[in-house]
Structures are given as C-alpha cells and as structure tokens.
T-cell receptor, first 114, second 112 residues
Framework: DGGITQSPKYLFRKEGQNVTLSCEQN?????MYWYRQDPGQGLRLIYY???????QKGDIAEGYSVSREKKESFPLTVTSAQKNPTAFYLC?????????????FGDGTRLSIL | AQSVTQLDSHVSVSEGTPVLLRCNYS??????LFWYVQHPNKGLQLLLK??????LVKGINGFEAEFKKSETSFHLTKPSAHMSDAAEYFC??????????FGKGTMLLVSP
C-alpha cells in the first residue's frame, strides 16, 4: 500500500541538540510539506517542496531546515535555534501542486524536550 | 489571502443525534475546501472535498458538507453520531500551489 511514513513516532531532544525527523513517501507525489501542530493552533506550515532540490519557507521556518535530494524523501531538521520545539510534526504530500488537490498525511512525530 | 474560522472549539453530542461543525472561510480566489479528521496521535484523514462541482459534497463515514458561497460557509454535518466519530475536525481552504490554510480545529465529543 502506498503512503507516507514518518519516523520516529516519538523523539526527545536535549538542549543545544539538532534532531532530524524523517518523512518518506511511496506515492510518487511531487510536492511535500512539513507542518507543526500545537494544541488549539491548528496546523502551521514550516517548509514545502514542489520539486526535487527546491523548497520554500512556510509561515514558521525559523529554527528549522529541510532538504529534498530525492523525490520520495523530505527530512526536517529541528535546530538548536528553535527554542520551543515541543510539538507534533506532520508531513504531507500531494500528487501535483495545482490547487484543488487534497494532501495526504503521515502519522506524525511527537517531539519533546528532555 | 485566505483564512478559515471554525466557529466552535468543542462540540458535544449524544450518540445517535445530529452533528453540525461550522466553518467560515475567506479567499481571494475560487477556493477548494476540505474537511479532515484527526484521531489522537494520528495524522489527518480526508473526509471530503469541494472543488467547484456540486455544492453538496458527500464524504466518508456518512459525513457531508454544503458549500454556500453567499455565506462563505462550508459546514460539516452527519445525521447520526457514532462513538467512533469522537475526534478533532479541521476545515481547510486551498488556493494556489495547494498551500493549505487550516482552521484551529473543532473537537467533537460523543457521549453514550
């Protein structure tokens, strides 16, 4: 079955540490997205990528970095510059980035501070 | 610019009674609208979508939504709630490059 796999499901970060969240999709989708979810806040866009080797900042990109070296992979690094990283992180993808297409979501990674 | 307002942060119903989750949107373009459901510690699952075809959209699990352009609304309804419907629901608008704008969510509580 095709889908989006996020790993790990739970992740803990120490002060001053960078951590990387994995997102892999086998849907052959062109565009991929990272969202952050906080209680009562809905989802906020961190970064997105419409094609390989290209990505754009979303609304809350500060303290995060991404890469898109392969179509199926879009890892997110939470750097030490992100002072409040505790949240639920969701990765999504879409077949093409034309308007009107729903996004498919992974099951998320919950990041906490030690 | 686009925005979404979910009018209720929590909705409580009894099993077997109707469900109404309210959503208003604004968009500079002809929008695409979606409802997603999220169970605890899970990703979002698409319930239904509106993309300028029929204004009454039927989705999975008995849910439906009606697009009302004059009221800029896209309310989600279900005739009879089940315990398994208890979850958080998100109304979402898309216009241009499929960047989505999410509402803040409505938590649906279903009591026996």
């Amino acid at each position: 079955d095709g889908g989006i796999t996020q790993s790990p499901k739970y992740l803990f970060r120490k002060e001053g540490q960078n951590v990387t969240l994995s997102c892999e999709q086998n849907l052959n989708h062109d565009a991929m997205y990272w969202y952050r979810q906080d209680p009562g806040q809905g989802l906020r866009l961190i970064y997105y990528s419409q094609i390989v080797n290209d990505f754009q900042k979303g609304d809350i990109a500060e303290g995060y970095s991404v890469s898109r070296e392969k179509k199926e992979s879009f890892p997110l690094t939470v750097t030490s510059a992100q002072k409040n990283p505790t949240a639920f992180y969701l990765c999504a993808s879409i077949r093409d980035s034309g308007a009107g297409q729903p996004q498919h979501f992974g099951d998320g990674t919950r990041l906490s501070i030690l | 610019a686009q925005s979404v307002t979910q009018l209720d942060s929590h909705v409580s119903v009894s099993e077997g009674t109707p469900v109404l989750l309210r959503c208003n949107y604004s968009s500079s373009y002809s929008p695409s609208l979606f409802w997603y459901v999220q169970h605890p510690n899970k990703g979002l699952q698409l319930l239904l979508k509106y993309t300028s075809a029929a204004t009454l959209v039927k989705g999975i699990n008995g849910f439906e939504a009606e697009f009302k352009k004059s009221e800029t609304s896209f309310h989600l309804t279900k005739p009879s709630a089940h315990m398994s419907d208890a979850a958080e629901y998100f109304c979402v608008v898309s216009s241009g490059y499929s960047t989505l704008t999410f509402g803040k969510g409505t938590m649906l509580l279903v009591s026996p």
